[in-house]
């Protein structure tokens, strides 16, 4: 059974780092072909991809945050971490990691954690 | 960036009703279309992979067709459950975009 966790702040102020951990079970990052990402959606609005890292360490990012991301990822711990600096009140969003598999589904998100609300404000 | 645009962005509907939402890449992505829905204050599901392939769990009432550049998925007899959001997303490549949504109301 794959089930995934967010956690990390739900407030965060203006410039800080918002630092994001993703805990799963049911899966290992060091099986070929399988991936954790990042997704996040402002509230009312849709889904935004942000990063993706794959079981070969490989690192995806959106281009338009790409310069404020950094995920990791500690394979014994079962844990993907993303860092989003110089946070913004437009960052305000619930923040989702997904488990995808790059071979066999796709690339698609099969399963989702439950979210984490992250409301940037001084 | 690959652009993902849904159409409609609402539709309303009555139990019963078959409807199809369409999703129109910006270049071509093969099959590597996904499907998700959510509903109000839950995670998005997977529905449909690879343009077509039923995620396991899913009813069949739910199907996807589509290859290149234009996508579509189908519900064929709306269930009262089925009044969610609606994304489309590309994997065929980085970033990973999704579509914009497609919201499905009661009539």
């Known amino acids: 059974q794959i089930t995934l966790k967010e956690s990390g702040p739900t407030l965060v102020k203006p410039t800080q780092t918002l630092t994001l951990t993703c805990t799963f079970s049911?899966?290992?990052?060091?099986?070929?072909?399988?991936?954790v990402g990042w997704i996040r959606q402002p509230p009312g609005k849709a889904l935004e991809w942000l990063a993706l890292?794959?079981?070969?360490?490989?690192?995806r990012y959106s281009p338009s945050l790409k310069s404020r991301l950094t995920i990791t990822k500690d394979t014994s711990k079962n844990q993907v971490v993303l860092t989003m600096t110089n946070m913004d009140p437009v960052d305000t969003a619930t923040y989702y990691c997904?488990?995808?598999?790059?071979?066999?589904?796709?690339?698609?998100?099969?399963?989702w954690g439950q979210g984490t609300l992250v409301t940037v404000s001084s | 960036d690959i652009q993902m645009t849904q159409s409609p962005s609402s539709l309303s509907a009555s139990v019963g009703d078959r409807v199809t939402i369409t999703c129109r890449a910006s270049?071509?992505?093969?099959?590597?279309l996904n499907w998700y829905q959510q509903k109000p204050g839950k995670v998005p599901k997977l529905l449909i992979y690879?343009?077509?392939s039923l995620q396991s769990g899913v009813p069949s009432r739910f199907s996807g067709t589509g290859s290149g550049t234009d996508f579509s998925l189908t519900i064929s007899s709306l269930q009262p459950e089925d009044f969610a959001t609606y994304y489309c997303?590309?994997?065929?490549?980085?970033?990973?975009?999704f579509g914009q949504g497609t919201k499905l109301e009661i009539k």
């Open positions: 049911g899966f290992s990052l060091s099986t070929s072909g399988v991936g």
């Open positions: 690879a343009a077509s």
């Open positions: 997303q590309q994997s065929y490549s980085t970033p990973r975009t």
């Open positions: 270049q071509s992505i093969s099959t590597y």
């Open positions: 890292i794959y079981w070969d360490d490989d690192k």
């Open positions: 997904a488990h995808s598999r790059r071979y066999s589904a796709y690339g698609s998100f099969d399963y």
